[in-house]
């Protein structure tokens, strides 16, 4: 045995205790907390509150996830066994939409091939070759209004949802750094320009979002109470709360990630993988590039399935001699080590939000809180966004969030004497609050995917709390104030 395998043992050994350490009081001291009180703290917000704060702890979010469920399980008196079944039955889901990631990103290593992006780069250092401080500045406007036409675009003309981070931003971390950008800011504008897309604006996830499940189940549920929405009435209730995403992205921008801040130089970073681009993108190599990017969205929506079209984006791009037949396997691998962290969190949340739904107590949460809040309009829409944050941030998932809201929101608002349209201000806000600040979003997760690729930004501490502070924060004021004024 070499000389050095025993004190590195001895040091996984000591790293693995670290961790556990964290895990056994957190769990204990809210499990003793909630045994002295009986169950007056309810199963989910027990079970939240210790996936935060585990979080927090740096406990790897996956590990925090399965601790905090088997915790509310357990509080909420269900056995096991059954806590277990819970959680495995629910895995397949995330499963399918882990690995559709998982092909995006070869997708995504493979379109790096071509080298296009790196010359985007190229061309924009190069203007940073000036000391002038107005070219550095129109530099980074530039790229800050790139992030977000490209955040737009992904949720509605061309619907490829997260994709996109992991091919654009990578590249152009090396222009970021000698900017001296603050990631956190990039990170905000990526969660509130994805968010606000797709909450807004009624086309490709918009529409799914605002139609097939906002507005289905507001007519769904409300029938009875003699509310009927029609496809305006969803953009009209949503803008006062898409305001507040954007007072927060303005806020992070202009005043808490405004200062320079500096990272490692590359030489001292971790070396993205990838090889060096070409010196000069030949044209047959852009057509190709282009044609595949074409393809990928036509398949993917002639099928509504990103898997299949990046697949076929992928099949293009190997057929077409953007990188050697050789080379699949090692480009299909890095694209998996880029995303494996997402699409195991992504399983791991849905065996987590089954969890939550087995406990049973996610309506006895929201029928609570409606027996808090009385007859008071102005606390009850801070209550049902507050508990409609806590529920997303467990589920990590806003469409997700609808159905299981809906059928005590909407009587709960309609019976305190709000409008039809704030009813549906307060729905949608509420199911959408904490979908940028949950550990296990898929928009966070894919801004860490991007973001952390030379291992300098932090999952939590540079991306989680950060959108959650400006994204959720904002959202809330103002979800408020529309459920006051419409």
Request: charged share 10%; net charge neutral; proline share 5%.
């Amino acid at each position: 045995m070499p000389d050095n395998a025993i004190p590195a043992a001895s040091a996984r050994r000591q790293d693995s205790r670290a961790q556990a350490l964290p895990i056994l009081v957190v769990c204990a001291a809210l499990y003793g907390i909630s045994l002295a009180v009986g169950y007056h703290i309810n199963a989910v917000v027990l079970t939240i509150l210790s996936m935060i704060i585990l979080c927090l702890l740096r406990i790897p979010v996956a590990i925090a996830l399965i601790s905090a469920a088997m915790l509310g399980a357990l509080h909420a008196g269900m056995p096991m066994t059954d806590a277990i079944g819970a959680f495995n039955d629910n895995l397949l889901v995330g499963a399918q939409v882990g690995l559709t990631y998982v092909m995006i990103g070869a997708f995504a290593v493979a379109l790096s091939r071509s080298g296009l992006l790196e010359l985007l780069a190229d061309a924009i250092s190069s203007r940073l070759g000036s000391h002038e401080e107005g070219t550095r500045r129109g530099v980074k406007w530039t790229l800050f209004g790139l992030f977000i036409v490209a955040s737009l675009m992904s949720q509605n003309l061309v619907p490829v949802h997260i994709a996109f981070i992991p091919i654009l931003i990578p590249p152009l971390l090396g222009v970021l750094d000698r900017l001296k950008v603050d990631r956190r800011a990039v990170a905000c504008i990526l969660a509130c320009s994805i968010s606000a897309s797709y909450l807004l604006l009624p086309t490709g996830f918009g529409a799914i979002f605002l139609n097939e499940i906002l507005l289905a189940n507001v007519n769904s549920v409300g029938a009875a109470h003699g509310l009927t929405a029609t496809a305006d009435m969803a953009p009209k209730a949503m803008a006062l709360p898409v305001l507040g995403l954007v007072a927060g992205l303005l806020v992070a921008v202009f005043i808490s990630y405004r200062r320079p801040r500096d990272y490692a130089t590359p030489d001292a970073a971790v070396a993205i993988t990838r090889p060096a681009p070409p010196s000069r993108l030949k044209p047959l190599q852009l057509i190709i590039t282009l044609a595949a990017l074409a393809v990928a969205l036509v398949f993917q929506l002639s099928f509504d399935s990103l898997l299949i079209g990046a697949m076929v984006g992928f099949l293009i791009l190997t057929l077409g001699g953007i990188f050697r037949w050789q080379e699949q396997d090692d480009v299909f691998t890095d694209g998996l080590r880029m995303m494996a962290q997402i699409a195991v969190i992504i399983t791991i949340a849905s065996g987590f939000a089954g969890v939550l739904t087995a406990t049973g107590e996610i309506d006895a949460l929201v029928s609570a809180s409606a027996a808090l809040i009385g007859g008071n309009m102005a606390v009850g829409a801070a209550v049902m966004l507050i508990v409609g944050l806590f529920i997303t941030i467990g589920f990590g998932d806003s469409f997700a969030s609808v159905p299981i809201l809906a059928p005590i929101y909407l009587p709960l608002a309609l019976t305190l004497g709000f409008d039809p349209l704030a009813a549906i201000a307060l729905l949608g806000a509420s199911a959408a609050l904490g979908d940028a600040g949950s550990p296990a979003s898929t928009i966070t997760l894919g801004a860490t995917a991007g973001l952390n690729a030379d291992g300098q930004h932090d999952h939590i501490r540079d991306s989680v709390i950060p959108t959650f502070l400006h994204c959720n924060l904002g959202m809330l004021v103002f979800a408020w104030i529309a459920a006051m004024v419409l």
